[in-house]
């Protein structure tokens, strides 16, 4: 028995006795006007009859076109129904997030827990790649950043997550001997780095451990050891390596268990970067991505 004929066929010949014309058919399909008449020719010589009258000005259907036609288009117009369908239920039950990388394993698996308790069966996909945040995301739902908070505009589909301060932190196990050997602990992108807060610091103030370590930070910025993410910047400072610039919301955690501690006094700041959620123009209608953005 001869294979069925392709449903691109059967599409081509619906839209074109819908339209009656093959170039107009092309222009909807997104095919060129050859690609459309070849569909139709192929599908006539399956047929075995001929399914169009050709004229100078457009196209008729035959009488037997008319009648396969009748049949054809109530079944094309179903399984478009029903694809749109699928698509659309698998668009709302997968939530896909771009994410900050330390803000993901620091902050957001509580959040996502409450959102699974309120929706269960939702796939998750997260992806923390390099931020770039002056170009959104293609696919995912809802981006979790940050960006200067001079160019921040909170509305309905962005919200600032925290306003942040930040101040150094050491392990709780280094001396304060060790200060002045110790590195600082650079985390890149940020706008709020070592240089910016050791610009803003008074220079009379603390002990004389803490005005010497200031001091020769001062005088002699340097970094020793360089991250691309938070998470490994603190990391290393709770191992003793060297001294890590705090971002509240994130170094809370560390702060409660002992793995951290700020210096004294602390010099906090107000955090030029802030983190934000944003919702794409995917999520604005997704039931799932517009309940993490109400949760964060």
Known sequence: MNAKPPLNWLRSFVVAARLQSFTRAAQELSLTQAAVSKHIKGLEAWLSIQLFIRKAHGLALTEQGKHYYQSCEPLIDKLDTLTDLVAAREQHSTLRLRCNISYSALLLPQKLSVLASRLPGVDLDINNGIWEPDRPSENAHLEIGYAPKKSLEPGDSLKLLAEDQL?????????????????????????????????????????????????????????????????????????????????TSLVQPMLSNGQLQPLKPSGALPAPDLFFARLTERGVNHPAAQALFELL
């Open 167 to 247: 101040f150094p932190v050491v392990a709780p196990h280094v001396r304060a001997d060790q200060w002045l050997t110790l590195p600082l602990i650079q985390v890149l992108g940020y706008t709020g780095d070592w240089q910016w807060w050791l610009q803003q610091q008074p220079k009379k103030v603390g002990n004389k451990r803490y005005r010497e370590w200031l001091h020769t930070r001062q005088s002699s910025f340097q970094t020793a050891l360089r991250t691309d993410n938070s998470l490994t910047g603190y990391q290393l400072c709770a191992q003793g390596l060297g001294f890590a610039m705090a971002r």
